[in-house]
């Protein structure tokens, strides 16, 4: 099995007790891309979960979604208020990140930031853009890199450049001028 299909199939378990728990996720990373290219290995998968007002803390919301499941299990590390949710059915194990909605992704998980591939919540293209933009201005990791100049050349016209913030864009296309064009020719189309 493919570390792509088998990230698939933990974020299609894990996807599953969310809905039935009613929380709001969607997941991102190199598994994204991954799909879009159709591509047998990736390396990352996150899961952003919606918290906010009159909902408890994202975090606690998963903990509870899990909590009867004996393929799940949680480790939560309060030094880097990370959670990581460990999918122990396949071999080795799987482990997904948490992140709580808005401070890696939209604030609010809804049909204009969420769609649907092979039946699991991703964010679009236009969120993963600026998700996997945030990340690469504070890591500045090539395979960041890689996968927005990936989805950038191949589905710009796709792109919201409303949700993509302008400055970070311009300096990333500085240091990565592979992606200059496409965001030259997205500009255009939005007549900036």
């Not at 509870?64 to 880097?80: G, H, R, V």
């Not at 853009?129 to 950038?152: N, P």
């Amino acid at each position: 099995m493919t570390e792509t299909r088998r990230l698939l199939e933990a974020a299609n378990a894990l996807s599953r007790l969310l809905v039935a728990s009613r929380v709001s996720h969607a997941f991102y990373g190199s598994v994204f891309t991954a799909i879009l290219a159709n591509a047998p290995q990736c390396e990352e998968i996150y899961c952003i979960v919606e918290g906010g007002q009159h909902q408890s803390h994202p975090f606690r919301r998963v903990r509870d979604a899990i909590s009867d499941n004996e393929d799940f299990s949680t480790t939560l590390s309060p030094w880097t208020n990370r959670l990581h949710v460990t999918y122990r059915r396949p071999i080795p194990a799987i482990e997904i990140e948490i992140l709580p909605a808005g401070e890696a992704g939209p604030r609010r998980l809804d049909a204009s930031t969420v769609v649907k591939i092979q039946g699991i919540p991703f964010l679009t293209i236009s969120e993963f853009i600026r998700a996997k933009l945030k990340t690469w201005m504070i890591r500045m990791s090539d395979r960041d890199a890689q996968d927005v100049t990936f989805v950038l050349s191949r589905y710009w016209n796709r792109v919201d450049i409303n949700r993509i913030p302008e400055q970070d864009m311009n300096y990333f296309t500085t240091r990565n001028p592979s992606s200059q064009l496409w965001w030259l020719a997205l500009k255009r189309k939005y007549g900036m």
